[in-house]
């Protein structure tokens, strides 16, 4: 079966980085297009970062310039490099796989403030 395990997420002052990752199991990770999402209290989920099964990027104009979505298919593992972090980016932070339906993770929480 699909499962996604994110990790990576913790307590960051604001203007720190981090790294999430998600290790995937249970598909054919090489041949999948993955996403980042992220849900903050009291908000929708949101789309962050989407790679594609190519390698091609796409960002939210949220996070565009700052975040940095990269994937190592030996690895069956999709990084989010967040740099330059805001209190906004306050969420838990989930990755997907659309694989005849949608698969999520457990999410990671992320959490900036001073």
């Known amino acids: 079966q699909v499962q996604l395990v994110e990790s990576g997420g913790g307590l960051v002052q604001p203007g720190g980085s981090l790294r999430l990752s998600c290790v995937a199991s249970?598909?054919?990770?090489?041949?999948?297009?993955m996403r980042w999402f992220r849900q903050a209290p009291g908000k929708p989920r949101e789309l962050v970062a989407a790679?594609?099964?190519?390698?091609?990027?796409d960002y939210s104009n949220s996070v565009k310039g700052r975040f940095t979505i990269s994937r190592d298919n030996a690895k069956n593992t999709v990084y989010l490099q967040m740099n330059n972090l805001k209190p906004e980016d306050t969420a838990v932070y989930y990755c997907?796989?659309?694989?005849?339906?949608?698969?999520w993770g457990q999410g990671t929480q992320v959490t900036v403030s001073s």
């Open positions: 790679i594609t099964s190519r390698g091609n990027t």
């Open positions: 249970g598909f054919t990770f090489r041949l999948r297009d």
């Open positions: 997907s796989v659309y694989d005849l339906v949608a698969y």
